[in-house]
């Protein structure tokens, strides 16, 4: 059943000054970039699409959503301030998961996703959505974001039946993604703006934390760029591993993920969760 948006509500109740709705796209995020060029375009804009046929995640995986369920990209302007942090940018990307979780369990108390550094929201262990951050040169950030509100697990690709849920596999029901959008955009766009305040920052850390689902279990990355958590954020403390395994511990003051092991605690920028052998491409 095709979903359609109420632009018209959603730039009263939201920041909005553009909105695309679109039933097809090759992705919300290719569209995203030619609206990041696009000096004629007022911001923040929205790009909404009720199929993507090739849709990604991070690291070249393949994005595969039930037909009808949210793909999006919201395009803003990048926060500017003086003595803006310099761990900003993995924290946008906490800020962003944090928004969709809050927001899932406000549209309904049902919900009760956890986040999945660095951006996977997840509901009994199984994603049920995604994020994917990009900064541009024309200093626009990029959110794209994508939930299964539509269809079942059944439906996936078999290799993703036990990696994926669906809001229908939890409520039994759809819901309305003019309520949804109406909810997480204002979540969104505040929880980028809060992460430069040093206050406001604080906050976000500590709502993340309460939804982390990886804090005080074992796991193991791959392909990692870390450092030790007491080194000085500089190039020549960073150091790279084809794996690091140990026990989360949260994450720090700059969004980075906190792993213990048996020789001290590391601070990962990036890596992955997912085996390189196990990602799903189209």
Not at 32 to 59: F, H, M, N, T
Not at 73 to 97: D, H, R
Request: glycine share 6%; net charge negative; proline share 6%.
């Amino acid at each position: 059943m095709t979903k359609i948006v109420d632009t018209e509500r959603l730039k009263q109740v939201t920041k909005l000054e553009t909105i695309e709705c679109h039933a097809e796209l090759e992705s919300t995020m290719d569209r995203a970039r030619e609206i990041a060029v696009d000096v004629s375009v007022p911001l923040p804009a929205l790009v909404i699409a009720l199929y993507q046929k090739s849709g990604r995640g991070r690291r070249g995986a393949g994005w595969w959503q039930p037909t009808g369920s949210l793909a999006m990209t919201l395009v803003v302007e990048i926060p500017t301030e003086e003595n803006l942090p310099g761990g900003v940018l993995p924290l946008w990307s906490l800020a962003c998961g944090l928004a969709v979780a809050e927001s899932l369990h406000q549209l309904d108390p049902e919900l009760n996703p956890d986040v999945r550094w660095p951006n996977d929201i997840e509901i009994n262990g199984r994603k049920i959505g995604g994020l994917l951050l990009e900064a541009t040169t024309t200093q626009k950030l990029l959110i794209g974001v994508g939930i299964n509100t539509d269809g079942s697990k059944e439906d996936a690709p078999k290799e993703l039946h036990n990696r994926l849920i669906t809001i229908p596999d939890v409520l039994g029901n759809t819901v309305s993604h003019n309520d949804l959008l109406v909810i997480l955009i204002p979540q969104l766009l505040n929880n980028i703006l809060e992460t430069i305040s040093p206050e406001k920052r604080e906050a976000i850390l500590k709502r993340y934390q309460s939804h982390c689902s990886l804090t005080d279990t074992s796991i193991k990355l791959f392909d990692v760029l870390y450092e030790y958590e007491k080194d000085r954020p500089t190039p020549q403390s960073l150091k790279r591993a084809t794996t690091l395994t140990g026990i989360c511990r949260g994450i720090d003051e700059a969004g980075r993920l906190l792993v213990e092991t048996p020789q001290q605690t590391c601070a990962v920028l990036a890596g992955s969760l997912t085996d390189p052998s196990a990602i799903w491409t189209r």
